[in-house]
């Protein structure tokens, strides 16, 4: 059975650029958790979306803002892109049992804004 | 506030024993997960605790104490490969994840 994938692996853009970046959860997975972390941090939640509605969400500004599709897979896009924004973008998959979630990571998408 | 606390780096020989501490202030608890982190890679599931004791899984033991807000992971026969950052993570009310900074373990041989 396939993980969750994310694509691109990496990812080089400018200040004042957008970036999409995508994630397809584990087969049978419903739900899609994005995270952002900085080296030397632990992740730092960002969206979370369960059967295409946003069921929570971080504290990020307004630039980032997320989807998810009928097939679950998800789109994650940051607008006006700060250098501040240079991180591994982690994408999570879970099948909620009850309220507690076992989360599976993709392998990230490493972003950098020069 | 909702905080975790864990030491950021330690370091252990091959082949000895390590238990790394957290604890953790959040509103309301629903468990508390340990998570493994390779650098450069995605974290892995290593434990889930809700209720207090010592749960064990081969070289691996994770132990939870509610009262005291406090969680350690014990690492027993320590391989090379198990260099690496460990991330304790609780559960808020609202089941929200409140992720600590990671503790990067360092194993010499």
């Known amino acids: 059975d396939a993980g969750v994938t994310q694509s691109p692996t990496h990812l080089i853009k400018t200040r004042g650029q957008h970036v999409t970046l995508r994630c397809s959860p584990i087969?049978?997975?419903?739900?899609v958790s994005w995270y952002q972390q900085v080296l030397g941090q632990g992740p730092q939640f960002i969206f979370q979306?369960?059967?295409?509605?946003?069921?929570g969400r971080g504290n990020f500004p307004d630039r980032f803002s997320a989807r998810q599709f009928p097939n679950y897979s998800s789109e994650l896009n940051v607008n006006a892109l700060l250098l501040g924004d240079s991180a591994l973008y982690l994408c999570a998959s879970s099948s909620l049992q009850g309220e507690v979630e076992k989360l599976f990571f993709g392998s990230g998408t490493q972003l950098s804004v020069l | 506030g909702q905080n975790i606390d864990q030491p950021t780096e330690m370091t252990a020989t091959e082949g000895a024993i390590v238990q790394i501490n957290c604890t953790y202030q959040?509103?309301?608890?629903?468990?508390l997960f340990w998570y493994q982190q390779h650098a450069g890679e995605a974290p892995t599931f290593l434990s889930y605790n809700v209720l207090d004791g010592l749960e064990e899984k081969g070289r691996f033991s994770s132990f939870l104490s509610r009262s005291k807000g406090y969680s350690y992971l014990l690492l027993k026969e320590l391989q090379m490969k198990d260099s690496a950052s460990y991330l304790c993570?609780?559960?808020?009310?609202?089941?929200?994840?409140?992720w600590g900074a990671g503790t990067k373990l360092i194993i010499k041989p």
């Open positions: 087969s049978g997975h419903k739900s």
């Open positions: 979306y369960y059967e295409k509605e946003e069921r």
């Open positions: 959040t509103s309301g608890f629903n468990g």
């Open positions: 993570v609780s559960t808020d009310s609202n089941y929200q994840l409140i």
